[in-house]
């Protein structure tokens, strides 16, 4: 039995599958969905858990070479919401770009896990390093 870390089995499972330069979703509640995509739901209700709670767990045990996020991000959220990003974030890059381009890259993942956020844009596909 597991005792610490992410303890949900499917995202366990999951994880263990992503190799270097695969993609990983993380998407908010309202995120369309992708039925080709492997994914995981782990909404619970508004809210919880944020695609921040996920990506600091992810994180423990993950190596991020990259981050895709929507530039619309940026102009939907404040600067407090944005520095907890950055500060989630710190050491990875991350790229800004429009939400359309964002979703195109969507379908090539290896899958996906859906939050209860309703945070605007908070979507972001992590790229294993």
């Known amino acids: 039995m ?3 870390g992410i303890l949900n089995p499917a995202l366990n499972s999951l994880l263990s599958r992503i190799r270097h330069t695969n993609t990983l ?8 969905s992708c039925p080709q995509l492997e994914t995981v739901d782990i909404s619970l209700v508004d809210d919880i858990p944020k695609v921040l ?15 895709f996020m929507a530039r619309e991000f940026q102009l939907a959220n ?13 050491g990875v890059p991350v790229v800004l770009e429009p939400h359309a381009e ?26 294993s390093g």
């Open 78 to 90: 404040d600067a407090a919401t944005q520095r907890a990003f950055e500060d989630a974030l710190e």
């Open 102 to 127: 964002f979703k195109k890259r969507v379908p090539q993942a290896t899958g996906m896990i859906r939050t209860g956020d309703t945070l605007q844009y908070a979507n972001m596909i992590l790229e």
């Open 53 to 67: 709670d996920v990506l600091r767990a992810v994180r423990r045990n993950f190596i991020i070479g990259k981050v």
């Open 2 to 4: 597991l005792k610490t």
């Open 25 to 32: 979703v993380i998407a908010d509640r309202g995120f369309p």
